[in-house]
């Protein structure tokens, strides 16, 4: 499994040895999903938020299944699985729609990005005359200030990219 997956295979020891190798097994099969994001999710994520005294034990398999799910159809990104777990461990008979709108964190279509982008890069037309690519970073912050946890941070920084460079050459 380690080689079909590209994983260290001491990482997918320690996946048995937490038990987690069916629920691995099965997100994996049924989901079109990285499975290192999740072998890191059951073994990394887990663990941090027992350290920060959550109830991961109230966080059952089929908790995890359906937030894997949601991630594999784009109703969340990855980036809010931290703060998901964390609330199904306050609230675990919360249903997973619930607690993904009140954490306000759904996904948003890569055309909402651009909208958010586009505003953005008007706004700040002169920081990009004066800075030209080093705009990217200060620009790069606000759009992760509306977008972190809603979409992919490689799919924002591509949509960054591309319109600033179509801003320089304009």
Do not use: W
């Not at 966080?59 to 594999?72: M, N, S, V």
């Not at 909208?115 to 920081?127: E, M, P, Q």
């Not at 920084?157 to 801003?167: Q, T, Y």
Request: glycine share 6%.
């Amino acid at each position: 499994m380690s080689k079909k997956h590209k994983l260290d295979p001491k990482r997918v020891e320690q996946l048995i040895l937490d038990g987690f190798l069916g629920l691995f097994t099965h997100v994996v099969g049924t989901h079109d999903i990285n499975p290192a994001l999740v072998l890191n999710t059951l073994l990394d994520t887990l663990t941090a938020l027992a350290r920060d005294e959550i109830d991961v034990d109230a966080i059952t398999d089929q908790h995890l299944a359906d937030l894997f799910g949601a991630i594999a159809k784009n109703e969340v990104s990855k980036e809010a699985i931290d703060n998901i777990l964390r609330e199904i461990g306050r609230n675990p008979v919360l249903p997973l729609k619930e607690i993904i709108k009140g954490l306000k964190i759904s996904a948003m279509s890569v055309d909402e990005l651009r909208s958010i982008i586009d505003g953005l890069i008007k706004k700040n037309a002169n920081l990009i005359k004066e800075k030209g690519e080093r705009a990217f970073q200060p620009i790069m912050g606000d759009v992760m200030k509306e977008a972190r946890g809603k979409i992919d941070g490689k799919i924002i920084a591509l949509e960054l990219r591309k319109a600033l460079d179509s801003a320089l050459k304009a």
